[in-house]
């Protein structure tokens, strides 16, 4: 069973997420009997706030199930940050990605322990669990790094941690 890595914070967004989505899903089944209820004839057939109420359950029904299996698999991080000179949780860096010799692409990201990254932060989001965050992981400023996506080998560079 592969581990999935969560900060103290990280744990605490899971946690609130999995209840959200339980009340998500308990005022939706809430709904689908009243869309039953105010349905004329056999109460289903045609009620179109019942067919969405279905399709939306099953959609939170997935995501929580998935959850629920993740839950078993948290572990937290917690972590001394001793060296100034070594990646860990909540950093910022400034990381080259090196597609060839003379193709590469330069950009600042943020190693974090959250389940949830924030897609739409100003400084892109990475996951301690994501190939680019496991690689990152208490690795030294200054050195070059591999992780692979889709069996494809990349090659990053951590240049500054800001």
Known sequence: MDKIYVSKEGLQEFLEELEKKRKFLEKNLQFQGEAIRNAPGDGWHDNFAFEEAIQEERRISNELQKMILDKQKLEIISEE?????????????????????????????????????????????????????????????????????NEKEIMVEILEKR
Not at 121 to 137: Q, V
């Open 81 to 149: 940050k001793k060296d100034n000179n070594l990646i860990y949780l909540e950093d910022i860096v400034c990381i080259r990605f090196f597609y060839s010799e003379e193709d590469y692409e330069e950009d600042i990201v943020k190693l974090t322990g959250k389940y949830f990254p924030v897609v739409t932060a100003k400084i892109k989001e990475i996951t301690i669990n994501s190939p680019l965050g496991k690689a990152l992981y208490l690795q030294k400023i200054g050195s070059k790094v591999k992780y692979f996506v």
